[in-house]
């Protein structure tokens, strides 16, 4: 069983597809989401966002937004989002947009 998620940013679709699962930075802390998940809407957070598609595990730095989860789709509204390689480079991404440098990177 699989879920749709799509994440939007102001420039346009980043991603959208069937995922298995997925955790997501919001406000007050990480949550997951997997098929059938209750409704909800939540403020988005900076954080990695990380989900699993087709065994394959995906990640994305994002910050700031937010996100509405139904029992079949999740949409995730985000001012800011770049998908990484991995997990270390979403933290050093991560890191980069916490504390840019002089500059604007």
Same mark, same amino acid.
């Given at each position: ?26 406000? &007050? ?26 065994? &394959? ?30 997990? &270390? ?17």
């Amino acid at each position: 069983m699989s879920l749709n998620l799509k994440i939007m940013t102001p420039q346009g679709i980043a991603f959208e597809g069937e995922v298995e699962s997925l955790s997501a930075p919001g406000i &007050d802390g990480y949550f997951g989401v997997l098929p059938s998940h209750a409704p909800m809407v939540t403020a988005i957070g900076m954080g990695i966002l990380k989900f699993e598609k087709q065994g &394959d595990i995906q990640y994305y730095v994002i910050s700031g937004g937010v996100a509405e989860v139904t029992a079949r789709e999740t949409t995730i509204l985000a001012d800011v989002t770049k998908k990484v390689a991995g997990p &270390d480079a979403a933290e050093i991404e991560l890191e980069e947009l916490a504390f840019p440098t002089p500059n604007g990177r």
